[in-house]
Nanobody, 121 residues
Framework: QVELVESGGGSVQAGGSLRLSCAVS????????MGWYRQAPGKQRELVAV???????TYAESVKGRFTISRDNALKVVDLQMNSLAPEDTAVYYC???????????????WGQGTQITVSS
């Protein structure tokens, strides 16, 4: 089985910083992409940032210059450094990964349980 566990969520005031971490465990064969999504009340889940195994990154326009995604392939961990946080960043953040596990030869999507980020004004 595969499990993605997020840590680092919490509450901060506007302008503050937080760092999220997601650890992948279980019968993982190989991890393709790793990323972070978020969902605010009444809104669709949206991509925040994604990083490929080779290190190529993609960010939502709203977080460019403020958030930085990184990964450690050996440890199977993806991090999201969030700086200059604003109330608009308030949401549940989900870790996501496209990977192969067990005896499967196909790619599958896996999700973490989500962690709440609240930014107060």
């Amino acid at each position: 089985q595969v499990e993605l566990v997020e840590s680092g969520g919490g509450s901060v005031q506007a302008g503050g910083s937080l760092r999220l971490s997601c650890a992948v465990s279980g019968s993982v064969i190989v991890i393709n992409t790793m990323g972070w999504y978020r969902q605010a009340p009444g809104k669709q889940r949206e991509l925040v940032a994604v990083i490929t195994r080779s290190g190529d990154t993609t960010y939502a326009e709203s977080v460019k210059g403020r958030f930085t995604i990184s990964r450690d392939n050996a440890l199977k961990v993806v991090d999201l450094q969030m700086n200059s946080l604003a109330p608009e960043d308030t949401a549940v953040y989900y870790c996501n990964s496209d990977l192969r596990a067990g005896v499967s030869f196909s790619w599958s999507q896996y999700w973490g349980q989500g962690t709440q980020i609240t930014v107060s004004s």
